[in-house]
């Protein structure tokens, strides 16, 4: 029986993510599924009296990119406070004059947010302090996230607000820096900056309207589904449900649910409920059960099995013990749900694949999908439990793109000869999803799919070239991977037949331009469910 095409894409280059990796001439859509995938010829038997035909032009067309952990309902409230990346601030003075401009419009007293900065980039080569911040804005509570998100740093004002001194103890998986004399810095680490970052949530409305620019943003970048890794403010997940019910949130959503520190407990709520991995729709789904057991890589304190280079007596940051994580871990699994951990160094990547096998021998399920978020330093042991276990890894290559040289600065060369592997994971079989973990760093899926097939930083400096992969292997962890680590990939992540119309058109081929080429590439239509959700302006 003919059924008349809503949509025909023909001339192109369409990269299908299917079983094959075929790549074809064009496309049919009706309604919001896929209709047909072929030549330009058989695409244009679909078509009727009423179909839109596209002409591709030779450009590419592929299915909408899944980041498969990202901060997307932090996204937009984070850009309207300072912005510290190194292309904008470049100095501690430049910081301390955005702080004291800001200071300037808000009320004495009130509080002073930014994120962004990167202390090896900065120059003068350190951590603001609490001093700096001081001399900026001394009426007003100071808080700036390094653009890790797992340190900060506070003036004295918010250090009083919440009662941090000289004789205040480091918290279980925190760290106070201090100077000399005991007196803290303002430099907080991980758990020290929980209070902290729970006392400067944005509120409902700020959050409402963070996402809207999240949804405009990650469009325009051709990001149709993500995972969304915050988990611990339920005004988000309320948020989430209004904008998806009202249908202004067009980016499907994939929420996890966090566990972790005494002031987080959304995970152990959602238990309590009953409800369970999958719980939802297309459009915003209950997923993952998170824990975060270290830090950040270019940050120094994900948790490793050999010092730091320049820091003999440290091993990074853990958040629990071995005994923790495993009580933590198993409360997940025997629940039903796909447990995720955020794990970048290699001691907490052990720790956790640990945890996994002891909860699996304790109540044996099948096809769990539980997942490392980051998975960044491995080795050849590792991976063969990753592989054993069926564990996803959500992989921050696109780290290595913004944060590489500063990865170079802290760990050196020799220690980055496996990190964020892709190819080593895909050779074995391990399935890897993409991620940015923006607003960590830009959610652009071209700077990604960039380092994931060249390995270099802005700067030209390669890391572990030999983990760099084709194109279309870099297009399917970005697509099909994040797909199949929230246990959709029969209904999205690739361009067949019965599959959700979510589709991409970018304004190259991609499988044939240069690598820097790449970087320049645009998108120049996006797809949700068959209709066109943005469209660029300036072709």
């Not at 179909?51 to 932090?74: E, M």
């Not at 449900?241 to 959503?253: A, D, F, H, M």
Request: glycine share 10%; hydrophobic share 35%.
């Amino acid at each position: 029986m003919f059924m008349e095409a809503d949509w025909v894409f023909l001339n192109g280059s369409v990269i299908t993510v299917d079983r094959k990796d075929r790549v074809c001439q064009g496309a049919a859509v009706s309604g919001n599924k896929i209709l047909a995938v072929g030549t330009s010829e058989e695409m244009k038997s679909q078509a009727g009296n009423r179909s839109r035909i596209f002409d591709l032009r030779g450009r590419t067309l592929l299915p909408g990119f899944n980041d498969a952990h990202c901060h997307f309902g932090n996204y937009g409230p984070v850009r309207f406070n300072i912005v510290c990346r190194s292309d904008v601030i470049r100095s501690i003075e430049d910081l301390k004059k955005e702080i004291h401009k800001r200071g300037a419009d808000t009320p004495k007293g009130g509080w002073i947010l930014g994120r962004g900065y990167d202390n090896t980039k900065l120059l003068e080569n350190r951590h603001p302090t609490r001093w700096d911040f001081d001399e900026a804005a001394p009426e007003h509570k100071v808080f700036i996230l390094r653009t890790c998100g797992h340190l900060g740093v506070v003036n004295s004002l918010a250090l009083k607000e919440f009662r941090i001194g000289k004789e205040t103890p480091d918290p279980h998986g925190g760290r106070i820096d201090r100077d000399s004399t005991g007196e803290p810095t303002g430099l907080l680490y991980e758990q020290a900056l929980v209070p902290i970052r729970m006392g400067t949530q944005p509120d409902y409305a700020e959050i409402i309207r963070g996402l809207r620019v999240a949804n405009e943003e990650f469009l325009q970048y051709g990001i149709t589904s993500v995972t969304d890794a915050s988990g611990r403010n339920p005004d988000e997940i309320r948020a989430f449900q209004k904008g998806t019910e009202e249908g202004w949130i067009k980016v499907r959503i994939y929420f996890q649910v966090r566990t972790s520190g005494p002031t987080i407990r959304v995970g152990e709520h959602y238990i309590q409920s009953g409800l369970v991995t999958g719980y939802g729709n297309e459009k915003l789904r209950l997923g993952s059960y998170k824990l975060m057991l270290d830090g950040a890589g270019g940050g120094g304190s994900a948790a490793m099995r050999e010092a730091y280079p320049r820091k003999p007596s440290d091993f990074g940051i853990l958040h629990q013990s071995q005994e923790e994580l495993d009580q933590l871990v198993l409360n997940g699994h025997k629940a039903g749900y796909q447990v995720g951990v955020h794990a970048i160094g290699d001691l907490a990547v052990e720790m956790t694949l640990r945890s996994f096998a002891k909860a699996l021998k304790e109540y044996p399920r099948k096809d769990c999908r539980h997942r490392i978020e980051h998975c960044g330093f491995l080795d050849d042991s590792l991976l063969t439990q990753m592989k054993e276990m069926g564990v996803v890894a959500a992989l921050g290559v696109p780290f290595l793109y913004e944060l590489g040289d500063s990865y170079i600065t802290v760990f050196g060369q020799d220690r980055l000869r496996c990190v964020y592997p892709l190819k080593s994971l895909m050779e074995r079989g391990i399935v890897a999803g993409i991620s940015s973990d923006a607003p960590v760093i830009d959610p652009n899926p071209m700077t990604g799919i960039y380092f994931a097939t060249t390995r270099k930083t802005p700067t030209g400096q390669t890391i572990c070239p030999h983990e760099a992969v084709p194109v279309l292997q870099a297009v399917r962890a970005y697509t099909l991977g994040g797909a199949y680590a929230s246990f959709e990939e029969g209904i999205k992540g690739s361009i067949e037949p019965g599959k959700l119309a979510d589709i991409v058109v970018l304004s190259e081929n991609i499988l044939k331009v240069t690598p820097e080429k790449i970087l320049k590439t645009k998108v120049e239509m996006t797809m949700v469910d068959g209709k066109v959700v943005y469209e660029r302006k300036d072709v």
